[in-house]
């Protein structure tokens, strides 16, 4: 499997429908505390977009959710990793991404068989409060080694200044969530983003 490049994590509809039509090919919804009414809707919102514009829609953490409303990839942190059922996700076609941050939690990810590894936070991050330190580019480049032909994403802290460096380490995609939605004009940090990748696809 190849991911594209540029890997946009928003937390809500609104976003995806913002941004996607400019020609994001991959994005993650994120929706935390979210009631079941708007999640579902907005997932229903967000395949709506991503169906229209050929872009690639990762739920994350609501598999259930994801399955019953016929999405076809997840993305789960280490806590739902253990409480996921992962055979009824493989049941359902769904394709599965994992994130790791440390080597125990590598070893945690592997044995579930993903579609993608995600390591972070490479830099340091303001998305969430983290208990691990900044991982840094060699990290990336052990990992690289350690996953083998397995996609690897990088996410924290990942700017524009800073995409060469992690495919240089051994990314195959590079994930972002501020540098776009805290930007005075995230239209054009998005497009920044889709030129700068180009040549990583």
């Not at 509809?13 to 009414?37: C, Y």
């Not at 395949?47 to 994801?66: P, S």
């Not at 409060?129 to 397995?150: F, H, T, V, Y």
């Not at 495919?167 to 497009?191: K, Q, Y």
């Amino acid at each position: 499997m190849k991911l594209d490049p540029f890997y946009l994590i928003v937390d809500s509809a609104e976003w995806i429908e913002r941004l996607v039509p400019l020609g994001v090919r991959l994005v993650q919804l994120r929706m935390k505390d979210s009631t079941d009414a708007d999640l579902r809707a907005a997932i229903r919102r967000a395949k709506t977009v991503c169906t229209a514009h050929q872009c690639q829609l990762i739920i994350n953490d609501y598999w259930r959710a994801a399955i019953e409303e016929g999405c076809d990839f997840v993305h789960l942190g280490q806590e739902d990793l253990a409480e996921a059922d992962i055979a009824a996700i493989r049941a359902a076609g769904l394709k599965l991404g994992l994130s790791t941050h440390d080597e125990a939690e590598l070893e945690t990810a592997l044995k579930a068989e993903p579609d993608y590894v995600a390591l972070g936070p490479v830099w340091p991050t303001i998305l969430k409060k983290m208990k691990w330190a900044p991982q840094g580019l060699e990290k990336l480049r052990a990992w690289r080694d350690r996953i083998g032909s397995l996609p690897l994403v990088a996410i924290g802290g990942i700017n524009t200044g800073r995409i060469d460096s992690v495919f240089a380490h051994g990314a195959d995609s590079a994930a972002v969530v501020t540098d776009i939605t805290l930007n005075a004009d995230p239209e054009a940090r998005t497009r920044e983003w889709i030129e700068r990748t180009a040549d990583f696809r």
